[in-house]
C-alpha cells in the first residue's frame, strides 16, 4: 500500500523558511517523478516543485525558483521542500504526490492527472 506522508508545516513571517518532508513507503522510490503541489483557498491546485527521483529532471514553478529547493534522500525514500524567502502568497495547503511504479526517465510535468499517490498534506501560513 503506498503512503506519503507529510510533516513540517507551519506559521511563518514574511522573509522567514520552512522544510517540508514527505516520506514515501510501498513503492519503488527510485525511478518515477514526485514532489510538491499547492492550493490556496479559491484556487486550483498546483506544482510548485518536482524532480525525477532517478536524478535529472527538476522542475519549479516560476513563483518560487531561487527561493525554494527539492530534494531527496533515497535512503529513507523521502523528499524535502526547502522554502526560503517566504511570501504571503506562499500560503496554502502543501501536497506530496508520485507517479509511483518504475519510469524511465522523463521531464517532470506540474499536472497532477500525471500523479497516482497524493499525501493528505501540511499547512503553511506566512504573514505579513
Known amino acids: 500500500q503506498v503512503q506519503l506522508v507529510e510533516s513540517g508545516g507551519g506559521s511563518v513571517q514574511a522573509g522567514g523558511s520552512l522544510t517540508l518532508s514527505c516520506a514515501a513507503s510501498?513503492?519503488?522510490?527510485?525511478?518515477?517523478?514526485m514532489g510538491w503541489f499547492r492550493q490556496a483557498p479559491g484556487k486550483e491546485r498546483e506544482g510548485v516543485a518536482l524532480?525525477?527521483?532517478?536524478?535529472?529532471?527538476?522542475y519549479y514553478a516560476d513563483s518560487v525558483k531561487g527561493r525554494f529547493t527539492i530534494s531527496q534522500d533515497n535512503a529513507k525514500n523521502t523528499v524535502y521542500l526547502k522554502m526560503d524567502s517566504l511570501k504571503p502568497e506562499d500560503t496554502a495547503m502543501y501536497y506530496c504526490?508520485?507517479?509511483?511504479?518504475?519510469?524511465?526517465?522523463?521531464?517532470?510535468?506540474?499536472?497532477?492527472?500525471?500523479?497516482?499517490?497524493w499525501g493528505q498534506g501540511t499547512q503553511v501560513n506566512v504573514s505579513s
Open positions: 510501498g513503492y519503488t522510490h527510485s525511478s518515477n517523478c
Open positions: 504526490a508520485t507517479e509511483g511504479g518504475l519510469w524511465p526517465y522523463h521531464p517532470c510535468k506540474p499536472s497532477e492527472d500525471e500523479y497516482t499517490y
Open positions: 524532480m525525477y527521483t532517478g536524478g535529472g529532471s527538476i
